[in-house]
């Protein structure tokens, strides 16, 4: 039997498994290819995307490139043709300098990408970034709709000097899938609650089958919760790799920090403390007095060996 024969379903099944980059050349096979794609795009496999969003001269424009090239097609947001979208996975979004703008503007760009995204079965975003967006309120319900579906597919999320309509919903925080997250001189809503996101990923960590690396760098965090991830780590059979990075860590926030550790019974040694699991690891604690930042991430001792040479031992950090 030919594979003209077969129902578009299966046929459908046939094609998700196809290499991204191969399904725009399947449709140029026969028509019947063609038509099965073509109603059946938002299943299978789409070629990645970057698409980026910001202001000029008081236009929202939108830039819209394959993931790893430099130059794409920009133009202005509503006069895009977002029927284009049905054919690419968009894998991040970027939105940038979104200020001094028309709030009525703003608002209806953020309605629309929204309702986009959500037309066109967009299932594939793995980093979403604000740098610079100042947004008002009433942009709320379509930015949290975008927020909120960030949170259920992205792995990184990173908020910068940005003024943002939000209020984070623990129910909805809890299960995102993020393990990389930044905000950094950045307000919504209401305050953001830092010390909740670093116990989210410290779950996280716990409950990891599998070595995972988790990035956290944020304005502010308590005393307890660094001491809570910090004791969390050095007791796991599996080391995750972690950078942490809080700012606004001044010397009384250091002294409560040493404090807590004492009391906790968290020996070190110049700020380094040893994995109760792995004999090789430990965590390194550093302060910047100039920044007011904390610093904290995992070193491991490997032994190293040459020809003709007893065994050594090289220390190393991963670095993120």
Known sequence: MSIHHLPCEMLRSVFQNVNSHDIPKLRNVCQMFNNVIKTNYCYLPRVAYLVKIFSENGRIMIANMKSGDINGCTQNLFDFDFKHWREIGIVEMEFENIKECDSECVEQAFTLVFNEMVKTRQSQLRKMVFTNVQLSDNTKSSFEG???MALKQCENLTVDN??????????????????????????GSTSVP??????????DMKVAVNKRSFLAEMDSVTVEAACDFLEEWLGLPIA??????????????????LAECERRELTHNYMEFQSRTHTNAHVKVSFSQDASTCCIWPVLDVPARTTGQSVCYSRYFRDF
Do not use: E, G, Y
């Open 146 to 148: 975008l927020f909120n």
């Open 240 to 257: 995750s790799f972690f950078n942490l990075s809080f700012h606004n860590c001044d010397d009384t926030w250091k002294t409560r920090f």
């Open 194 to 203: 830092t010390t909740d996101i670093l116990r989210k990923l410290q779950n």
């Open 162 to 187: 940005s003024v943002l309509p939000l209020s984070f919903d623990m129910k909805t925080l809890n299960p995102a899938k993020f393990d990389h997250f930044r905000w950094i001189a950045s307000s």
